[in-house]
């Protein structure tokens, strides 16, 4: 057994090497392949080895699970004839992490751990360091500018409108004003209405998003806690949870209604192995009023806790259909009472290429399934979904549940832009990692122990090479500009101050966000002609920025059409310059053109 061990440690530790080696050559793509093929085969055999004690139950599932996985993307490999590098690298970098992390997963799965480490604090002081952290993390992006209005602008605006008295209020790019719930359906956000009301900065937004987080992290702690009967190992997977580096980017730079649903759900999970069904329909009722889409994405989830428990299976399949119709009456029912009579685009944005809509994106699908197809099956699609899987070493693929539970969110992401680096990807983890418990709720003590810390060392290092929290190189390969408030940043922070609260203004996105306590806030080029609010912000230097109605109608205008009607602005006589500096301008309208 001790070889077994010795051999899997240096067959990794080779491969490591042999994949550094290649990459200091250039990261061609054909030496690859053979590695890639090399570090599959190292995983298969570290899970079948006799010393492997998952290799009796989990072991074969994975292995079986991780050859199908391969094989699938060789194929698609070969069709693309090398033609994509990065997708080469991010599979074998699955299979070498994979095969480094089980084999520390077989030397340490008898360990003991300290005794300090059973502390029964160690959830919270986790959860609260995970706030902290990505709470500051997206402050400092915003006080450098780097963030725009999408999709921070078009939240923070109308929760702070909310607490003036004005319902979740956002001024239109025509002029006029409308509610957000005509956009996203986010009644979630009458909750922090009192806090912005106490606390009104936009860091309130970033702390209430990251503690969402981290609270469903410690939910999920007493879940594996009851199920897998360790604190060790319950303390290890909400590790795992926090340093899934897809969650991550859930919670980066923007705000969004989507991470405040994963508490709700992991609370769910909780309840439905506890018993606790009033606790289990409150969390099912916050989740679906987070945002619209939600009551869908948690229909199939819904359908697998019917399949395991017999006792509940007719008001759990009930409660299922049910979730999915809630989505179907707040697109086509509730959102167009907020949005004029039209039914929103959120949907149908993620489906270009179909009509218009929920019922237009149906439409298509039962109409038009080629076109689904041809979206689907893309190099783009098959990179993505390896480097969100890979974190979790594959366990997820071998439980069919995990396929069912998150396939409108997968199919919804793969037809559209499917990116690792998105908000989206949030609702996923407590499917994925509810997967994860239910494979090791069936494997004996010592299988546990290896998984657990095998899922623990991969996350942790494709966390280090592709996440965004201080561990990884990506926050410091970011330079000062994003987190440490450069100069610009501060010249910006003038210009900003010069405009009075509750003045009217027009704005480009990333200084926009730093203006919304005022009703009448606009995004330049509106809402000219047809109001001249009292101050124009604009920065020359700004690159781009996005621009949405409340019906989630996007225009993206060049940046230089908007300089150049800028320019013509400031030099219409209209408003007279009280800030020039570096690109910075602040307009001020004329005292005799406010009097008219």
């Avoid at 300090?116 to 915003?142: C, D, E, M, N, T």
Wanted: proline share 5%; glycine share 6%; aromatic share 14%.
């Amino acid at each position: 057994m001790a070889s077994s061990r010795s051999w899997q440690t240096a067959s990794s530790v080779l491969l490591c090497g042999a994949y550094v080696f290649v990459q200091a050559l250039g990261g061609k793509v054909p030496p690859a392949l053979p590695l890639c093929a090399l570090s599959w085969v190292s995983v298969v055999l570290a899970l079948s080895l006799p010393a492997g004690a998952a290799a009796l139950k989990a072991g074969n599932y994975i292995a079986v699970a991780a050859s199908t996985w391969h094989i699938w993307l060789a194929a698609i490999w070969i069709r693309e004839l090398f033609a994509n590098r990065a997708f080469i690298n991010a599979l074998w970098l699955t299979g070498a992490i994979g095969s480094l992390s089980l084999s520390i997963g077989l030397r340490l799965r008898s360990t003991k751990a300290p005794a300090f480490v059973q502390h029964k604090h160690w959830p919270y002081i986790a959860a609260l360091a995970y706030a902290l952290v990505f709470g500051l993390q997206s402050q400092l992006r915003y006080l450098s500018y780097y963030n725009t209005w999408l999709d921070f602008g078009y939240m923070v605006h109308p929760i702070w409108n909310a607490t003036q008295g004005r319902l979740l209020e956002m001024a239109l790019l025509e002029g006029g004003f409308g509610s957000s719930l005509g956009d996203h359906f986010s009644l979630i956000f009458l909750l922090i209405v009192p806090l912005m009301k106490v606390i009104p900065f936009a860091a309130t937004l970033y702390f209430v998003q990251s503690a969402a987080v981290a609270t469903g992290g410690i939910i999920f702690y007493y879940t594996c806690k009851d199920i897998l009967h360790s604190p060790i190992q319950a303390l290890l997977m909400q590790a795992s949870l926090y340093l899934w580096f897809p969650l991550q980017y859930g919670i980066i730079s923007d705000f969004h209604a989507d991470p405040l649903a994963v508490p709700f759900v992991f609370g769910m999970i909780w309840a439905f192995h506890k018993n606790r069904w009033s606790f289990w329909y409150a969390c099912l009722i916050m989740a679906i009023l987070c945002k619209e889409h939600i009551g869908l994405v948690i229909a199939p989830f819904i359908f697998i806790m019917a399949v395991q428990k017999r006792h509940m299976r007719i008001p759990l399949l009930a409660t299922s259909v049910l979730s999915a119709v809630s989505t179907f009456v707040i697109q086509i029912h509730l959102i167009p009472l907020f949005n004029n009579g039209t039914e929103t685009q959120a949907i149908a944005n993620s489906f270009p290429g179909g009509e218009a809509g929920l019922t237009g994106v149906l439409a298509t699908m039962l109409t038009r399934p080629e076109l689904i197809a041809e979206r689907v099956f893309t190099i783009h699609n098959y990179e993505q979904l390896t480097w969100l899987f890979a974190p979790l070493l594959l366990i997820p693929l071998a439980s069919w549940k995990m396929y069912v539970a998150t396939s409108v969110m997968m199919v919804k992401e793969l037809y559209g832009t499917f990116h690792i680096y998105n908000h989206h990807q949030a609702i996923l983890s407590p499917m994925l990692f509810w997967s994860i418990l239910e494979i090791l709720r069936r494997n004996d003590i010592a299988a546990r122990k290896t998984l657990v810390i095998a899922l623990v060392t991969s996350n942790a290092l494709f966390g280090l090479a592709n996440g965004e929290s201080p561990l990884s190189h990506r926050f410091w390969r970011a330079g000062p500009e994003r987190y440490f408030i450069p100069e610009r940043a501060r010249l910006l922070d003038e210009a900003v101050k010069m405009i009075p609260d509750r003045a009217s203004v027009s704005s480009l996105g990333h200084t926009a966000i730093h203006l919304f306590k005022r009703r009448e806030l606009y995004l330049y080029p509106h809402p000219f002609p047809r109001k001249m609010p009292e101050f124009v912000i604009f920065d020359m230097r700004y690159k781009e920025d996005g621009y949405q109605l409340v019906n989630k109608t996007f225009k993206n205008r060049p940046i230089e059409e908007m300089r150049n009607r800028f320019l013509r602005l400031r030099d219409s006589g209209k408003y007279e310059t009280i800030f020039s500096r570096d690109g910075i301008y602040v307009l001020k309208k004329l005292r005799a053109l406010s009097e008219t």
